[in-house]
């Protein structure tokens, strides 16, 4: 928040405090239409002094409101993310797989290595290139992981992937 802002609103008002005792003390009509006047001046001022400050809370406010939602969806990947564990099903072919003990009765799938990468979970769909090679491909990031296989590939969860070698 601005705290110049703040102070000029205050200030702004202590010299408005000021100037209307000094109007109780004044004689003239003249002196006073004077004091009238710069009172509405020193008024306006302290009115938009707090119209910024208020401007600046509303600001920062929608601010903290943002990064909390942030914070939500870090939060929420984090623990979504630990579901998964980087394996390669067929040769070339890194995927996350889901992992049976984190499956919550999900069926086994895997999610792009790169969109993983990017804090997002992309499923991985069974695709097939010109050729009519089995591969599965990202719907967001467009990538793919080929099986080496034209059949039917079915996902694995994680612990039931054989390591290459």
């Not at 008024?43 to 809370?57: G, M, P, R, T, Y």
């Not at 999900?106 to 769909?125: M, N, V």
Request: net charge positive; hydrophobic share 40%; aromatic share 6%.
């Amino acid at each position: 928040m601005d705290m110049g802002s703040i102070a000029a609103a205050v200030g702004g008002l202590k010299s408005a405090g000021d100037i209307a005792k000094a109007l109780l003390q004044m004689k003239s009509d003249a002196e006073r239409q004077a004091k009238v006047i710069e009172l509405q001046s020193v008024i306006l001022a302290a009115q938009s002094s707090a119209i910024a400050a208020q401007s600046d809370q509303f600001s920062m406010l929608e601010e903290v409101r943002k990064l909390k939602e942030e914070i939500a969806k870090v939060k929420a990947w984090e623990a979504q993310k630990q579901r998964y564990q980087l394996a390669t099903p067929y040769t070339g072919a890194a995927v996350y797989a889901l992992t049976k003990a984190m499956s919550n009765g999900e069926p086994p799938h895997y999610i792009c290595a790169s969109c993983y990468e990017d804090g997002k979970r992309s499923i991985l769909q069974i695709a097939r290139d010109k050729e009519g090679w089995t591969a599965f491909a990202c719907p967001i990031c467009k990538s793919q992981a080929r099986t080496g296989y034209r059949g039917a590939a079915q996902p694995q969860y994680a612990e039931e992937i054989k390591p290459e070698g």
